[in-house]
């Protein structure tokens, strides 16, 4: 739960925050989804691919539209993996990736149907939309869809970008500024910065989503370069109106970052 709030919560240029909302959404909606979905991810009886589906069918009967899906789907097999020991986690959320099976599977593809967010199900070879075949395991689907979809990348990467960028960049940036929550804002910049948002890239295309990330850059730099992010606040905020002006999200930003923070307070209970 303090993953999805602290996230949330944070001043992320171009997506929902208390700062600005935006894109038909309110913080309202994602503090209820959270609230939903955190009982269902920490149900130790339910396998990896049900906790995403039914948080995911919860969450869009009484919030009405996709707020969480790719948090869901990066949160899910995080939490099954500190299950089997936060100590170890990579390396069992590696063992729980390849554990996945046909149920699970079939439950993620319902899930991201359901949702209906575009992106993995736009695939003509592995299409979510279209009923299952027998022979197309997840991995087979998120290998195809891994270079358009930076949720599908971490599928098949064991989530290197929430461990060797995301969650020591928070780490990093916490200590320095004492905040976990300008150290998230510090994260989802980055994220920005290197890799086009899949969300964007979705809605408008690669180029200009390529675009959004080339903008990006030197504010990341400008902001990580503070010694008081709180005086980065009308440089996020300018970059924020502009982007949603354009109706511009960087949703896969914000679903990296949210990983990002689930790692370290998962870190931070171990220590």
Not at 19 to 43: N, Q, R
Not at 163 to 181: H, P
Request: with cysteine.
């Amino acid at each position: 739960m303090n993953s999805f709030i602290t996230e949330v919560n944070s001043l992320k240029p171009g997506n929902v925050s208390p700062y600005s909302e935006g894109h038909d959404m309110i913080v309202a909606d994602f503090v209820k989804s959270a609230e939903l979905a955190t009982p269902i991810l920490c149900d130790p009886s339910l396998s990896v691919g049900e906790r995403i589906l039914e948080s995911v069918k919860l969450t869009m009967s009484e919030v009405g539209c996709n707020t969480n899906l790719g948090m869901l789907l990066l949160f899910a097999p995080l939490i099954r993996g500190a299950e089997l020991g936060v100590a170890q986690l990579q390396s069992n959320l590696g063992l729980v990736l390849q554990e996945l099976n046909d149920r699970d599977t079939a439950c993620i593809f319902a899930a991201i149907s359901h949702a209906s967010p575009g992106g993995l199900g736009e695939s003509e070879k592995y299409d979510v939309n279209q009923k299952l075949q027998d022979n197309i395991t997840l991995q087979m689907a998120m290998t195809e869809a891994k270079d358009r979809d930076l949720i599908a990348k971490q599928y098949v990467t064991d989530f290197e970008d929430i461990f060797s960028t995301g969650s020591d960049c928070i780490e990093d940036f916490a200590l320095r500024w004492n905040s976990v929550q300008w150290s998230a804002v510090a994260c989802y910049m980055g994220f920005m910065a290197e890799f086009p948002d899949s969300h964007i890239r979705r809605k408008y295309g690669h180029e200009v989503a390529e675009q959004i990330k080339i903008n990006a850059a030197p504010i990341a730099t400008a902001f990580r370069e503070q010694d008081s992010p709180e005086e980065a606040t009308e440089m996020l905020m300018k970059f924020d109106k502009a982007l949603k002006q354009k109706g511009v999200n960087p949703g896969t930003s914000a679903d990296l970052t949210a990983a990002s923070l689930l790692v370290y307070h998962l870190g931070k209970t171990v220590l």
